[in-house]
Every structure is written in structure tokens, then in C-alpha cells.
């Protein structure tokens, strides 16, 4: 090794850690203006919704994501091609759909999928994307089908009722986001303030009041800071004498935006902000961190990073393993700090422990199997932690980004829920165990493909895998346990009852008693290094149903997220675990003993 | 050599071969019993498999059941013995297994506290409306027949019957009264129907005598209640007071005179009076500002006791429970438009064991754990410190030569 080498080896991870930093803080950086409009200050605007004070930036994004389950639309008016088409921003977008709603209804904004769904319409399945201008004639029909089938248990409903369900939801999003600030087909909120005591407004009022999604006016400084009106509620306080502040700008605002007028557009936004930053300090500056949280997309960006850990762990195996090995460790130090920041972020947002739903228990089991992996690589210095964290890090965080289709993930808590004490401890712990048992099942993974696939039998690094292995089981045991007991203890103090056999806490004492049995089988010699893998292997199958299946069950106090497509990303994922079981319990190199056998009467001709 | 039989059964009883036999058997009992929660809800589904010592079948056909798997009681019990008994032969008495020591009895412990819920745990429900005082629970499940004396006016006399003594359909008498209930027929589960013309009515008194009675098989699950039945003969001084069809179904009051005082008889949930009173002063519910997600229940309730002179408000919330006279008091359900509170009342004696448990459990793992790490992280640092040593030794060598 030369001097010129050893400084690389020494610098590389540094290089590559901090690009992947300088790379994910890019992304937070402000948009610039479209148009002339100060979008980005549109952005920061708080409004309340989903009870909770939130930048308008979020439910724009929120609202774009239910609908179209991405953060943004590609319009090509002219129908030029892919090429030719425009990207709209979620703010842009949701701008269009208040202030110019005859052009929002041509974005192709409704995702459908379901074929039956789209033969009800008369739709031609060439596309996925369509306008709300296409499916308004047929939503009569939607209507009708929806409503037929919400009679029907979520858990009963066919594929078709389900999507005809979840067109409907977001269909009736989308009108509710048309109907928040003015109606369609009206002059538009100005004309509303001007004629506001005039006889017969008071029903428009009470419309806007009902269909509103979001409420943009503050509460006067002293009121309740739940007191937050929505349009139609502060022209019906205008009517009655009673004047909000921050209604007018409001109005200028959506005025200059159809009449296409940045600079009074801009100068409606300072207004505003200037008037908010009075009456409501704390909600502008959560409303301007949050905003910094939605457009760096930390749990995205650490998704990259560990992909790029991954490749780089994968790329050492066959190529300059000195370089590449710390470049790889450096990457995924990078993804984890990204995701740390990403974590914390949330935790100062909601003002609440790290995980509160199904989503924010995907990014957290994701990051605890991360940091594992790195202490266990400081230990070990293989590379079988980095590969395996960073593979970990990277699959929880897809598995978390397809589970944001429900909108906010920062949703309020439910009352039972509402126990910050018991997040932290009970929900935190009981997380650990299962970032714990899933790293454990990774490195038996790691165990087997390495068995397989490496060239040259080594039992070295064979055994070190299967000791990593091993402590690790040890952690998740101690965790699952301990987070079970704090869950029972919970249990105790909301419900009267320590341990009521709810298929949650079941599934739970699945984890703690497989993980006992796998400690157990090592401690009486009844499984070997390779049963011992298996075993590990399978705990992933036991977490996997512990986690999402119960709640596909449906029954019980703790089922507060069931989704229908995921069954068959689970079942799938079973099925995968059990066919590397398979090949954990196969003798090495079982399948080239089959492949030199067909390979020698061709090498003898 | 042939082996005693007691060692024989003295190796089983303390292997780790039966430990995690047991561990994969309360697996598989788990498995089974939360797939069956989605048909039988969980009480029943408890009941079924884990309170239970054995897992019968039905043959299909026949009235016979065959026992197929060990239930959780019995998995539970077999598990204990096999700790303790493994503890005292196999484990060395050393602080390398100190750790071990703490977990097992920690483990003794938790599967002794569900024992204990198991037979000594009393559920009940405390139910109110704004402005009601109330001294009495009710249970969820059971139900009784209640004669009452409302003949006082200042307070009823109140005789409850439970459903086991009308299951046996006999004659009960009513202590206190001059009363005995002669028990015609009995319905754990019922139907009731209006009385078409052409049938007749089984009772001849009260508003039984426009009804006809179905018997319905027992329900399970744990989100409604039986619908109870019972066919009686109220028999006083030698005379019947006429059949009457007494039913939870019924809203109706009944009642008949003997001798000037005025008797009830009502079926309805069966109920534990208390030696003090609750009254409901306010019950909230809250949701977040612009959503329907709930963001707190909680009654203000004053509590009231003569006997020690107590009155108090105490706000019962979630997570919050009034721990009072060895009861529990939680906030479990409302109904009747935010005005009527259900509180959940929880009676165990062994509520403590599983914090102790925990403890002890937590405490073990750590230190074992602990010590485990420790050798680890040693042996490593000695296998990384082996190959630099030996090359250290060679260059020595070099230098030397």
C-alpha cells in the first residue's frame, strides 16, 4: 500500500459521508419564484388543519400525495409529449385549485389503477392520471357505488369497492379544497367581504364553513389557540360585526393570483406574514421549520444515501475492498445522521416521542437497526454491518414511504394514545425490539447469501456473522421483553387490565418467546450455527406479522392502522423469508455439485 | 444401569427440552388464540385457549371432545414447575448466573400473576348519566334475577338471584322474604317474539302472557349480551302468584302484591353494590379543533363514602383511573349524546406482581446481558490484539537478524 493510498483509505469515507450531507441539505434549500410569485412565502402561510396549526406548504403537499400519491403533477396542456410537459410544485397547484379551479380541474391529478373503476367511468385505461374535468360527469355514479359500499365492513370490501371507496375520498378532497376559501362560480372571497351583511350571503358562508378543509384565519392574540375560523366562518363573524385581520389580505391574495399580478400578489403574502408573526408567533416559526422538514424529504434522502451504502458494500466485495469498505461506512454514517436529523425534526414538530403511528414506526425501526449496524461494524470491521444496516435502513424507509399514502403523517393521537410518557417508553422500546430482531434475521441472511455465493469457504467470518447474530438476539430479547412489560403496565393504567391477550400484545410476546427459544436451543446445543440462523431468519417472519398482520386482523384496541394492499407486500415478504430459510438449511455449494455434474460430459468432449 | 423411573421423570421435569417445548407450545397457543379473536372476540378466545388446561375438539357428529393440545393454563403451570425445578438442580449458585437467577424468578412470578388474574380478576362496569349517583356495579357479562321489595320508601330490598342457580330450574327461596321462585324454564339465550294468534303464551302474568320465548344459542363475543329468559312461579304462603316471563329484554316493570308489600322481578346485569356512592357531576369528550379525532374523555365524578366520612371530586381520565377500596376505576366508554359515562371497574388482588416481575426481569437480562457482553467485547479485542502481537514479533525478529 502506498503513502498516496493509505491517505485516500483515510479520507474516502470522510468525501463520500460529507458529500451525501452537502447533497441532502441542498434539497432544503428554498424554491425559487414562479412566475414572479413568491411561492415559497405562500408556503410558510399557518393554517389549521387536521387539528393541528401547519404551514399551507403541508397540506398542499399532504393534499397532492392523497390524491395523486406524489408531491407533485406534470401538466402538458398542448399535449406535446412527456418532454414538453411542465412540472406544478404542490403549492402552485394547490394555489390553482383555490384561485383558478377551472384550470386545476384540467391537471391529471386522480390516480386510478383499478380497471373496473375506470370501465365504470368509460375511461380508457391508457393513462393513470386523470383530470378532475374527466371524471366529474361520472362522479354522480362514484357517488352512488361509494356509498354502497361503505355499508360494507372495510375488512369485507372487494378490490373493486375498495378503490370505487378511495376514489370517492379523494374526489370529495379535491371538492372540499376547491370549496375552502371561495366557491367555484362566484366572484371570489373580495366580492364575499364587500357583500357580506347582504341578505342572503349567510349560505354561502355556511357552505364555505362546511365544505372547508383547512382554516387560514388566526384566532385574534388572546383567544383560544384552537380558535383558528375558516372563511366561511369569519364572513359569517364580518357579517356579524365582527372583523378578522387577516381575511382581506386573504382576498387580495387570491385576487392577484387569477388576474395573474405577482407584485401585488407578493405584497398580499407580506401582509399577511407580517399580521400572522402578531397574532400567532409560535404558529409562523413551527410553520417555517416544518416547511424546511417537507422540502429536504430527510427520510427520502437517507433512503438514497443507504442505497449508496449498499452499492458501495457490494462493490468492495469485488474491488478494492480497502477504499471501498470505509467509503461504504462513511455513506451509511452519512444516511444515519441524515435520518437522525430527519427523526429529531419530527419529534420537535409534533412535539411528541419518535413513534406515534404505523409510518413513524417504519422510519424508527429502520434507524434503531441502523445504529446497531454500526456499533456492530466498530466491533467487527467486516463490512457485514454496514451491508446489513444500510440494507435495513433502506427497506424501512420504503416500507415508511409507501405508508404515507394516508396524508399527514403527523396526525393528532387519539385519546387512549395520548400518553407521551408511555410513547417514549412502552412504543420506543417495544421498536428497538423489533429494529433488533429484524437486524438479527438480516446478518442470518448475510450468513447464507455469503455461505453460498462467496468464492472460498472462510468459517471465520461465518462465525463472526452468527456471533453478531447472536448478540443481537440477545438485544432484541431484552427490548421485545422489556417493551411488552411496559405495554402490559400501560395496559394496567388505561384499561384496568395488565394483559388482555389483544392480538398486539400477542404478537409482541410472539417476538419475546421466539427470540427466548432461539437463546435457549443455542444454550442447550439443539441448534447449531445453522439452525441457529434459520431460526434468526425466521423471527423476521414472526416481527414482520407481529407489526403489520395484526393489524390486518382488525380486532382488538390497537388496531389503528389497516391497510388491504399491504397484505400481499407481507405475504410476499413471508414467502421470501421462508425460501432463504431454505437455503440457510442446504448444504454450501449444494447447487454447484449439480452444475459441475452437468458441466462434465461437455468439458470431456 | 437401569434408571429409577422418578429420575427419569426428575430429567424431563427439569430439561431444556421441555422449556422450549413449552415456549413453542405457548406459541402456537398465541397464534391460535389471536386468529380466533376475529370469530369469538376475545373473551371468548381467552377462555378457549388460554385459561383453559387443554384444547378440546368436538368430534363432528358425535357429543364426544377429545383434548388435542395442551391449554395455557396447563402450558403455563408445566412451565413454571420446569423452571423452578431446573433452577434448583442444573444452575450453579455463582454470580457468573446471577442474571439468570433474577430473570427465571422474575419469569416464576409473571406466570403467577396470570394465574391469580385468571381466578381472582373481577370485571365490572359502572354506568351513569350526568347528575346520577350510583352504588352499585354491574357486570358486563353475568346476569341475575333480581326480586325487589319496593314496598320501603325510603330504600328497596334487593334479592339477586344468579343465572347458575335458574340454570338448575328448581325452586330458590328468597331469604328475607316469605318468597320462593319456583323455575319453569330457563334460557341462557333467547328470542323473544310478539304472540301470533293460534300459540299460546308460556307465561300467565305480567306482559308475558303477549309473548312466546325461542332459545338462541349462547353468544361469545364480546360486544353484546345473552338475552336471558326465565319462566317463574312466585310462590308465597302456599299460594302461586301466577307464571310470569321475566327477561333482560323486557323494559316493562312487573310486579305483584303479597301480604301489602310490593315485589319486583326483574332480570338485568348482575350487580355489586358498594358501601359508598359515585355521582357523574360532568363527563367531557374532546376533539382536535376542525376534526372528529378524539382528543380526551374524562368524568368529573364525586365520590361519597359515609363510613369514612370521604366526599370528594376526582377526575377519572384516560390513562388516569381512581384507585379506590381495591378497585380500579377507568374511563371505558359514553354513550346518549356525551351525557352517560361507562367506567370500567377492575378488581385483582395480583395487580402488583407483574410490575415486580418486570422489574426483576429487566434487572436479570441487564446483568446477564451484561456479563455476557463483557467477555464478548474482551475475546474479540483479544483475537484483533493476537495477529498484530505476532507481527510485532516478527519485525523484532528482522531487526534482529
Known sequence: ?605 | VKTPARFLLWDALTSLKLTISCLAALMVLVVACTLAQVHLGTFGAVELYMRSWFVWWDIPGTVLSLPIFPGGALTGLVLAVNLIAAQARRLERSWRKAGIWIIHAGLILLVLGEFMTGMYQVDTQLIFREGQTTNFLQSPRELELAVIDTTGPAHDEVYGVPERLLAREGEVEIPGTPLRLRVRRFYQNSELFRLQPGQTAPATAGVGTGITVREAPPITTDDRMNIATAIVDPVAGGKSYGTWLVSNALDATQSFVHEGRTYQLVMRAKREYLPYALTLKDFKHDVYPGTEIPKNFSSLVHLSNPSTGEARDVLVYMNQPLRYDGKAFYQASFGEGDTLSVLQVVENPGWLLPYVSCVLVTLGLLVHFGIALRRGVRRQAEARARPARAAAAAGALEVQS
Not at chain 1, 387539528?51 to 403541508?58: A, E, L, T
Not at chain 1, 455469503?450 to 468464492?455: C, E, F, N, S
Not at chain 1, 467470518?461 to 440477545?474: F, H, R
Request: glycine content about 10%; hydrophobic content about 50%; some cysteine.
Open chain 1, 1 to 605: 500500500m502506498t503513502m498516496a493510498m493509505g491517505k485516500l483509505v483515510k479520507i474516502a469515507p470522510w468525501i463520500a459521508g460529507g458529500l451525501a450531507i452537502a447533497l441532502a441539505g441542498a434539497a432544503a434549500l428554498p424554491a425559487r419564484p414562479v412566475g414572479g410569485f413568491d411561492l415559497e412565502a405562500f408556503g410558510h402561510l399557518p393554517v389549521l388543519e387536521g387539528g393541528r396549526v401547519k404551514p399551507v406548504d403541508s397540506v398542499a403537499r399532504n393534499s397532492l400525495l392523497m390524491i395523486r400519491s406524489k408531491q407533485s403533477v406534470r401538466y402538458d396542456p398542448d399535449g406535446e409529449g412527456p418532454i414538453a410537459a411542465r412540472s406544478i410544485g404542490a403549492g402552485e397547484w394547490l394555489l390553482d385549485v383555490l384561485f383558478r379551479p377551472d384550470l386545476a380541474d384540467k391537471y391529471p391529478v386522480f390516480v386510478i389503477d383499478d380497471p373496473e373503476v375506470l370501465g365504470l367511468m368509460g375511461l380508457e385505461q391508457s393513462g393513470r392520471y386523470f383530470s378532475f374535468e374527466a371524471i366529474a360527469p361520472h362522479l354522480g355514479e362514484v357517488q352512488r357505488q361509494a356509498q354502497a359500499a361503505h355499508q360494507i365492513d372495510a375488512k369485507q370490501r372487494t378490490r373493486f369497492q375498495s378503490a370505487i371507496v378511495n376514489l370517492f375520498e379523494r374526489a370529495y378532497l379535491y371538492y372540499r379544497l376547491k370549496n375552502t376559501l371561495q366557491l367555484p362560480g362566484t366572484p371570489g372571497l373580495a366580492f364575499e367581504i364587500a357583500t357580506a351583511a347582504a341578505p342572503g350571503s349567510s349560505r354561502r358562508h355556511a357552505a364555505l364553513a362546511e365544505a372547508a378543509t383547512f382554516r387560514p384565519i388566526p384566532p385574534p392574540a388572546g383567544a383560544s389557540p384552537d380558535a383558528w375560523k375558516s372563511s366561511g366562518e369569519a364572513l359569517a363573524a364580518l357579517a356579524a360585526g365582527q372583523q378578522d385581520a387577516t381575511l382581506e389580505p386573504w382576498a387580495r391574495l387570491g385576487l392577484a393570483y387569477a388576474a395573474r399580478d405577482p407584485s401585488s400578489f407578493n405584497r398580499a403574502i407580506a401582509d399577511l406574514r407580517g399580521l400572522e408573526a402578531e397574532v400567532a408567533p409560535a404558529a409562523v416559526r413551527q410553520g417555517d421549520h416544518e416547511i424546511v422538514f417537507n422540502r429536504a424529504q430527510p427520510f427520502y434522502m437517507g433512503m438514497v444515501v443507504y442505497v449508496l451504502a449498499l452499492l458501495a458494500i457490494f462493490a468492495s466485495w469485488l474491488w478494492k475492498p480497502e477504499i471501498l469498505r470505509p467509503t461504504a461506512f462513511g455513506l451509511l454514517v452519512a444516511g444515519a445522521v441524515i435520518h437522525t436529523a430527519g427523526l429529531a425534526s419530527r419529534v420537535i414538530l409534533q412535539g411528541r416521542p419518535p413513534v406515534t403511528n404505523l409510518y413513524s414506526s417504519a422510519v424508527f425501526v429502520g434507524w434503531g437497526a441502523v445504529l446497531l449496524g454500526l456499533v456492530i461494524e466498530r466491533i467487527y470491521r467486516r463490512g457485514f454491518g454496514t451491508a446489513v444496516a444500510a440494507a435495513a435502513g433502506f427497506t424501512s424507509l420504503i416500507v415508511a414511504h409507501h405508508l404515507t399514502g394516508d396524508g399527514d403523517t403527523m396526525e393528532m393521537m387519539r385519546a387512549v394514545l395520548d400518553s407521551n410518557f408511555w410513547l417514549a417508553t412502552h412504543v420506543i422500546t417495544i421498536t428497538i425490539g423489533y429494529s433488533g430482531t429484524f437486524l438479527a434475521g438480516g446478518l442470518a441472511i448475510a450468513w447464507t447469501v455469503r455461505r453460498h455465493l462467496a468464492p472460498r469457504a472462510d468459517p471465520a467470518s461465518g462465525k463472526a456473522l452468527a456471533g453478531m447474530a447472536y448478540g443481537v438476539i440477545c438485544f432484541a430479547l431484552f427490548f421485545s421483553f422489556v417493551g411488552t412489560v411496559l405495554g402490559g403496565i400501560w395496559a394496567d393504567q388505561s384499561w384496568g387490565r395488565f394483559w388482555g391477550w389483544d392480538p398486539k400484545e400477542n404478537g409482541a410476546l410472539l417476538i419475546v418467546l421466539w427470540n427466548a427459544i432461539i437463546l435457549h436451543a443455542r444454550w442447550g446445543g439443539y441448534a447449531r450455527e445453522r439452525g441457529i440462523m434459520a431460526m434468526a431468519i425466521f423471527g423476521n417472519v414472526i416481527t414482520s406479522l407481529s407489526w403489520f398482520g395484526v393489524n390486518m386482523l382488525g380486532v382488538g384496541l390497537h388496531s389503528y392502522g389497516f391497510m388491504d394492499k399491504a397484505f400481499w407486500a407481507l405475504s410476499g415478504f413471508i414467502l421470501s423469508q421462508l425460501a432463504l430459510m431454505v437455503f440457510t438449511l442446504l448444504p454450501p455449494g449444494f447447487w454447484r455439485l449439480g452444475a459441475s455434474a452437468q458441466a462434465r460430459p461437455g468439458g470431456a468432449s
